[in-house]
Protein backbone atom coordinates (compact mmCIF):
# COMPACT_ATOMS: atom_id res chain seq x y z
CA UNK A 1 0.00 0.00 0.00
CA UNK A 2 1.66 3.53 -0.96
CA UNK A 3 1.50 5.80 1.50
CA UNK A 4 2.05 9.85 1.19
CA UNK A 5 2.30 11.47 4.50
CA UNK A 6 1.60 14.96 5.83
CA UNK A 7 1.60 16.99 8.80
CA UNK A 8 -2.41 18.11 8.84
CA UNK A 9 -1.47 20.76 10.95
CA UNK A 10 -3.24 23.43 10.73
CA UNK A 11 0.21 25.45 10.32
CA UNK A 12 0.04 29.38 10.72
CA UNK A 13 2.74 31.93 9.95
CA UNK A 14 2.51 35.93 9.41
CA UNK A 15 1.75 37.40 6.61
CA UNK A 16 5.54 37.95 4.49
CA UNK A 17 7.16 34.77 6.40
CA UNK A 18 7.95 31.60 4.53
CA UNK A 19 5.72 28.55 5.25
CA UNK A 20 7.44 25.66 4.83
CA UNK A 21 5.17 22.41 4.22
CA UNK A 22 6.43 18.74 4.38
CA UNK A 23 5.39 15.28 2.84
CA UNK A 24 7.08 11.52 2.86
CA UNK A 25 5.86 8.65 0.94
CA UNK A 26 6.89 5.32 1.54
CA UNK A 27 7.04 3.55 -2.14
CA UNK A 28 10.67 4.34 -3.45
CA UNK A 29 9.67 3.61 -7.17
CA UNK A 30 7.61 6.34 -7.58
CA UNK A 31 8.69 9.11 -9.98
CA UNK A 32 6.56 12.47 -9.94
CA UNK A 33 5.58 14.19 -7.06
CA UNK A 34 2.87 17.11 -7.23
CA UNK A 35 1.84 19.70 -4.99
CA UNK A 36 -1.92 20.93 -5.15
CA UNK A 37 -3.92 23.77 -3.34
CA UNK A 38 -7.22 23.46 -2.16
CA UNK A 39 -9.90 26.12 -0.72
CA UNK A 40 -12.36 24.84 1.23
CA UNK A 41 -14.89 23.81 -1.08
CA UNK A 42 -12.97 23.90 -3.91
CA UNK A 43 -11.50 21.29 -5.94
CA UNK A 44 -7.38 20.93 -5.93
CA UNK A 45 -5.44 23.18 -8.04
CA UNK A 46 -2.23 22.28 -9.31
CA UNK A 47 1.08 24.21 -8.44
CA UNK A 48 4.14 22.95 -8.56
CA UNK A 49 5.54 19.60 -10.06
CA UNK A 50 8.32 17.98 -9.51
CA UNK A 51 10.33 15.41 -11.24
CA UNK A 52 14.19 15.07 -9.83
CA UNK A 53 16.26 15.76 -6.51
CA UNK A 54 16.62 18.98 -6.27
CA UNK A 55 15.18 22.33 -5.68
CA UNK A 56 12.28 23.37 -8.58
CA UNK A 57 11.36 27.33 -8.47
CA UNK A 58 8.40 29.16 -9.68
CA UNK A 59 7.33 32.31 -8.47
CA UNK A 60 7.07 32.29 -4.50
CA UNK A 61 6.71 28.92 -4.34
CA UNK A 62 10.03 26.29 -4.73
CA UNK A 63 9.64 22.60 -4.17
CA UNK A 64 12.34 20.35 -3.03
CA UNK A 65 12.81 16.72 -3.69
CA UNK A 66 15.30 14.36 -1.84
CA UNK A 67 14.33 11.01 -3.45
CA UNK A 68 17.42 9.04 -1.29
CA UNK A 69 14.72 10.22 1.94
CA UNK A 70 11.59 10.00 0.41
CA UNK A 71 10.89 13.52 1.11
CA UNK A 72 9.24 16.08 -1.00
CA UNK A 73 8.08 19.61 0.27
CA UNK A 74 6.85 23.48 -0.35
CA UNK A 75 8.34 26.90 0.19
CA UNK A 76 6.16 29.42 0.42
CA UNK A 77 7.93 32.82 0.04
CA UNK A 78 6.48 35.63 1.18
CA UNK A 79 3.30 34.46 2.60
CA UNK A 80 0.30 36.03 1.75
CA UNK A 81 -3.30 35.50 3.79
CA UNK A 82 -4.73 34.40 -0.13
CA UNK A 83 -2.16 31.76 0.21
CA UNK A 84 -4.54 30.44 3.52
CA UNK A 85 -5.48 27.23 2.05
CA UNK A 86 -5.24 22.76 2.61
CA UNK A 87 -1.81 21.97 0.30
CA UNK A 88 -1.79 18.38 -0.91
CA UNK A 89 0.94 16.30 -1.67
CA UNK A 90 0.70 13.72 -4.56
CA UNK A 91 2.95 11.23 -5.62
CA UNK A 92 2.76 9.15 -8.88
CA UNK A 93 4.33 6.07 -10.04
CA UNK A 94 4.57 6.26 -14.68
CA UNK A 95 1.17 6.98 -15.56
CA UNK A 96 -1.12 6.15 -12.90
CA UNK A 97 -2.82 7.40 -10.56
CA UNK A 98 -1.98 9.74 -7.72
CA UNK A 99 -1.70 8.54 -4.53
CA UNK A 100 -2.69 11.82 -1.96
CA UNK A 101 -1.33 12.67 1.67
CA UNK A 102 -4.33 14.15 4.01
CA UNK A 103 -2.86 17.86 3.43
CA UNK A 104 -1.83 20.42 5.49
CA UNK A 105 -3.89 23.08 6.33
CA UNK A 106 -2.26 26.67 5.92
CA UNK A 107 -3.36 29.82 7.59
CA UNK A 108 -1.59 32.95 6.81
CA UNK A 109 -2.10 35.61 9.55
CA UNK A 110 -2.62 39.49 8.08
CA UNK B 1 -9.28 25.62 -23.54
CA UNK B 2 -11.91 25.76 -20.94
CA UNK B 3 -10.18 23.16 -18.52
CA UNK B 4 -12.03 20.31 -16.91
CA UNK B 5 -15.41 20.13 -16.54
CA UNK B 6 -18.19 18.24 -14.47
CA UNK B 7 -21.85 18.12 -14.23
CA UNK B 8 -23.97 18.56 -12.55
CA UNK B 9 -21.97 20.68 -9.40
CA UNK B 10 -24.24 19.66 -7.14
CA UNK B 11 -26.57 16.50 -6.77
CA UNK B 12 -28.83 15.42 -3.52
CA UNK B 13 -30.51 11.85 -4.18
CA UNK B 14 -32.22 9.73 -1.43
CA UNK B 15 -30.80 6.25 -0.37
CA UNK B 16 -31.20 3.62 -3.00
CA UNK B 17 -31.58 6.31 -6.03
CA UNK B 18 -29.04 5.69 -9.05
CA UNK B 19 -27.00 8.84 -9.86
CA UNK B 20 -24.54 9.82 -13.06
CA UNK B 21 -22.41 12.12 -13.14
CA UNK B 22 -20.41 13.57 -15.92
CA UNK B 23 -16.72 14.33 -16.96
CA UNK B 24 -15.58 16.31 -20.25
CA UNK B 25 -12.00 16.62 -19.92
CA UNK B 26 -9.20 19.51 -21.47
CA UNK B 27 -9.50 18.83 -25.68
CA UNK B 28 -6.54 17.16 -26.14
CA UNK B 29 -6.32 15.33 -22.37
CA UNK B 30 -6.22 11.25 -23.32
CA UNK B 31 -6.16 10.44 -20.15
CA UNK B 32 -9.06 10.68 -17.31
CA UNK B 33 -9.04 10.36 -13.88
CA UNK B 34 -11.82 10.08 -11.37
CA UNK B 35 -11.04 10.88 -7.65
CA UNK B 36 -13.38 10.61 -4.46
CA UNK B 37 -12.84 13.20 -1.60
CA UNK B 38 -14.20 13.19 1.76
CA UNK B 39 -14.21 16.04 4.80
CA UNK B 40 -10.34 16.09 5.99
CA UNK B 41 -8.94 14.03 3.18
CA UNK B 42 -7.26 13.34 0.28
CA UNK B 43 -8.72 12.55 -3.11
CA UNK B 44 -8.58 8.51 -3.42
CA UNK B 45 -8.28 6.73 -6.52
CA UNK B 46 -11.69 5.18 -8.26
CA UNK B 47 -10.34 4.57 -12.10
CA UNK B 48 -8.62 5.41 -15.20
CA UNK B 49 -9.09 5.65 -18.75
CA UNK B 50 -6.72 5.99 -21.58
CA UNK B 51 -9.05 6.79 -24.68
CA UNK B 52 -11.98 4.63 -24.56
CA UNK B 53 -10.04 1.88 -22.37
CA UNK B 54 -10.94 1.93 -18.67
CA UNK B 55 -6.82 0.45 -17.57
CA UNK B 56 -7.30 0.48 -13.78
CA UNK B 57 -10.27 0.47 -10.57
CA UNK B 58 -9.57 0.92 -7.42
CA UNK B 59 -10.48 -1.65 -4.61
CA UNK B 60 -12.86 1.47 -3.32
CA UNK B 61 -14.96 0.87 -6.79
CA UNK B 62 -17.50 -1.34 -5.46
CA UNK B 63 -19.92 -2.95 -8.10
CA UNK B 64 -22.39 -0.14 -7.31
CA UNK B 65 -20.55 1.61 -9.31
CA UNK B 66 -19.47 2.24 -13.08
CA UNK B 67 -17.86 4.41 -15.35
CA UNK B 68 -17.55 4.84 -18.82
CA UNK B 69 -15.86 6.87 -21.55
CA UNK B 70 -17.07 6.18 -25.27
CA UNK B 71 -15.06 7.64 -28.02
CA UNK B 72 -12.37 8.52 -25.64
CA UNK B 73 -14.18 11.94 -24.83
CA UNK B 74 -16.20 12.81 -22.24
CA UNK B 75 -16.96 9.80 -19.07
CA UNK B 76 -19.29 9.01 -17.21
CA UNK B 77 -19.71 7.65 -13.58
CA UNK B 78 -23.12 6.12 -12.32
CA UNK B 79 -23.39 5.01 -9.06
CA UNK B 80 -26.51 2.35 -8.43
CA UNK B 81 -28.24 2.17 -5.28
CA UNK B 82 -26.69 5.19 -3.53
CA UNK B 83 -25.41 4.65 0.09
CA UNK B 84 -25.07 7.56 2.54
CA UNK B 85 -21.49 6.38 2.76
CA UNK B 86 -21.51 7.96 -1.24
CA UNK B 87 -21.44 11.00 -0.16
CA UNK B 88 -18.32 12.98 -1.20
CA UNK B 89 -16.88 14.87 -3.51
CA UNK B 90 -16.50 13.18 -6.81
CA UNK B 91 -13.19 14.64 -8.85
CA UNK B 92 -12.40 14.35 -12.47
CA UNK B 93 -8.90 14.99 -13.82
CA UNK B 94 -7.20 14.51 -16.94
CA UNK B 95 -3.72 14.53 -18.15
CA UNK B 96 -1.83 14.52 -21.40
CA UNK B 97 -0.53 10.78 -22.44
CA UNK B 98 2.76 11.52 -23.30
CA UNK B 99 5.04 10.52 -20.44
CA UNK B 100 4.20 11.84 -17.21
CA UNK B 101 2.31 14.81 -17.31
CA UNK B 102 0.34 17.03 -14.34
CA UNK B 103 -3.26 15.95 -13.83
CA UNK B 104 -6.01 18.83 -13.96
CA UNK B 105 -8.91 18.84 -11.94
CA UNK B 106 -12.31 19.69 -12.68
CA UNK B 107 -14.60 21.63 -9.87
CA UNK B 108 -15.91 18.04 -9.34
CA UNK B 109 -19.60 17.20 -8.52
CA UNK B 110 -20.32 17.18 -4.29
CA UNK B 111 -23.14 13.92 -3.41
CA UNK B 112 -25.20 13.87 -0.77
CA UNK B 113 -27.24 11.04 0.18
CA UNK B 114 -30.37 11.39 2.11
Known amino acids: QKEVEQNSGPLSVPEGAIASLNCTYS??????FFWYRQYSGKSPELIMSIYSNGDKEDGRFTAQLNKASQYVSLLIRDSQPSDSATYLC??????????FGTGTRLTVIP | DTGVSQDPRHKITKRGQNVTFRCDPI?????LYWYRQTLGQGPEFLTY????????KSRLLSDRFSAERPKGSFSTLEIQRTEQGDSAMYLC????????????FGAGTRLSVL
Open chain 1, 90 to 99: AVQTGANNLF
Open chain 2, 49 to 56: FQNEAQLE
Open chain 1, 27 to 32: DRVSQS
Open chain 2, 93 to 104: ASSLAIGVSPQY
Open chain 2, 27 to 31: SEHNR
